[in-house]
Every structure is written in C-alpha cells, then in structure tokens.
C-alpha cells in the first residue's frame, strides 16, 4: 500500500492541480487562488513547494484577469450589437456611396473636386475601421448619434455637459488613432474585405489583456478567435 502511495505521489503536484483551474471559469480561479493563498501563509511550508506555489499563483492570477476581460468584453459587446451592427451598414453605404462619387468626379478631370471626393472616401474608410475596431470594453461610442438624444440632455447640468464633452473627446481621439494605423498601413484588416462583408480578424483589444512573465509550466492557451461581430 505504502508503495503505490508513493508511486502515486507527484514531485509538482500542486503546478499540476493548477492546469485543472486554468481556462476553468473565474469562479474556479478564484478559488484555487484563494487555496494557494492560504497554503503560502503556512510558515514550515518546503521551499520548493513554496516556490512552486508561487509560480502557480501568478499563473492563476494572470489568468483570471484575462478571463474577467474577457467576460466584461462579452457583456458590452453584447449590449451595444446592434447598434454597431446598424452603424457598420451605414459606414459601409456611406463608403460606397464615396467611392462611386469618386470614380464619377475623376472623369471630370476638374483637381479641386477630385481632391474634395478623395478626402470624403478617406473619411468613410476611417468610419467603416472605428466600428470594427471600437474596444468591446468599452461603452461604444457612436459615429452617427441620434441629435434628439443629445437635445434631452440638460446642457446645464455640470455633468451631463461634461459627459459630453468626454464622450465627444473619446470619438475624436479614436478616430485619429484609426486613421494613423490606415495612414501607416497598420490596420489589422482590409477594407474591402468588410465591405465585401467577409469575415475579418481583429486582434486589437487583446493588447489590453494582462501578458506578465510567468515563471511557470507552459499553459497553452487560445488562438484569437475570428471576430465574427457582425455576421
């Protein structure tokens, strides 16, 4: 008995126990966390046990913050889906609505109208881009907001108007940011893919997600998945 006792026992076993928690839900994380935290407190605790535990825990740690965002961004993405789903098919319409001006005015020949249409093409790209790439974690912000909402909004009232003025701050700051990564070449997808309404993978809001170095058994962990948002 004593034999398969310790042919049972494992050197690792407590970064073993953690690969069951890991990817499990944040209730679970939680809770290994909170086991190991106790474990650690334990004064006569071995070092290798103690240092293994300690890599465990940061593994834990960082996983549940990436499962959290993961959640927080489920729950607003789904709270805003239609409207960003209504808001991609008027930037898409508007785009080629643009882009069919453009080929009109070129046959023209006339430089200043040429110019005109091109920077209204540029401006629907960036549009069609902000939707897309508008961070799930955030409360979305839309291009083209109802004017009968911002009339219900007391201007008087401090905060309101400042709610304003931040969400306004937030539009315009995005947008430059979409355009820099169109300008620099850097957007994570094509334009015409969207507007082809093909599948696009977008990779952008993972840039939040917690990255620390582990000093820990390799975990593997999920490919991004394909942002099917608006199919």
């Known amino acids: 008995m004593a034999g398969k006792a310790a042919k049972g026992r494992r050197p690792n076993g407590a970064s073993i126990e953690v690969a069951g928690a890991l990817g499990g839900g944040a209730a679970k994380l939680k ?9 650690l407190k334990k004064e006569k605790l071995p070092a290798d046990v103690r240092t293994n535990n300690e890599r465990a825990l ?5 996983d549940l913050k ?4 993961n959640l927080k961004a489920k729950e607003i993405s789904k709270k805003y889906h239609m409207v960003r789903f209504f808001e991609k098919k008027k930037a898409i319409r508007k785009l080629k609505q643009a882009t069919k001006h453009l080929e009109e005015i070129s046959k023209t020949e006339v430089k200043k109208d040429i110019k005109k249409a091109r920077k209204q093409v540029k401006h629907s790209e960036i549009d069609v881009a902000y939707v897309v790439l508008f961070p ?4 979305y912000i839309s291009l083209y907001p109802n004017p009968k909402e911002n009339d219900q909004v007391d201007a008087s009232n401090p905060k309101a108007k400042k709610g304003m003025q931040m ?13 820099q990564l169109i300008e620099s070449d850097r957007l994570p997808f094509a334009i015409s893919d969207v507007v082809q309404g093909k599948a696009v993978k977008v990779d952008f809001d993972n840039q939040h997600m917690a990255s620390e170095e582990i000093d820990a058994p390799e975990v593997r962990t999920e ?9």
């Open 31 to 39: 809770k290994k966390i909170r086991d190991i935290e106790r474990l």
């Open 58 to 62: 940061k593994a834990l740690q960082v």
């Open 66 to 69: 990436n499962t959290q965002f």
């Open 136 to 139: 799930k974690t955030e409360k």
């Open 167 to 179: 969400t306004e701050q937030r539009r315009r700051e995005f947008r430059k940011e979409v355009e």
């Open 223 to 231: 490919e991004p998945e394909e942002d099917d948002f608006f199919e």
